[in-house]
């Protein structure tokens, strides 16, 4: 994924409305604000991360250090780093799944819930 002037490289992960999730590449506008309540860090994998899942609450991924591939449930994949903003907003219907990709054997990252569905300002690509 390239960077554009004032954009960060991002993945929204979603849900057809028969339940399939997918994603859409696209990027997030630097300039503007987004309001957030709360965000926390995290370094360990919760056991309901292993396997098929969905997300908890629609919210921003930021990953600081860590390489993964998610696949969705049509059985496309994409790569979360570093530099890629994820949008997990498949909050119910069959959901996805991740894995480290080799030689990543740490996942750490930011997650921040997403209050203002208005404030995402993502550009599909």
């Known amino acids: 994924m390239e960077k554009k002037d004032n954009n960060i490289p991002a993945v929204r992960l979603l849900r057809h409305s028969s339940g399939e999730s997918y994603f859409e590449k696209g990027n997030i506008q630097t300039d503007l604000k987004i309001k957030a309540t709360e965000f926390w860090f995290a370094n360990e994998i919760d056991s309901w991360q292993v396997g ?31 530099g890629i903003v994820l ?37 599909k690509d």
Request: no cysteine.
């Open 52 to 82: 098929t899942h969905i997300a908890p609450r629609k919210q921003f991924v930021i990953t600081l250090s860590g390489k993964l591939k998610f696949t969705t449930s049509d059985h496309l994949s994409f790569i979360i780093e570093p």
């Open 87 to 123: 949008l997990a907003e498949d909050i119910n219907g069959e959901g996805h799944t991740w894995e480290m990709i080799e030689g990543h054997e740490n996942w750490h990252r930011i997650y921040i819930p997403i209050i203002d569905e208005s404030e995402i300002y993502f550009i």
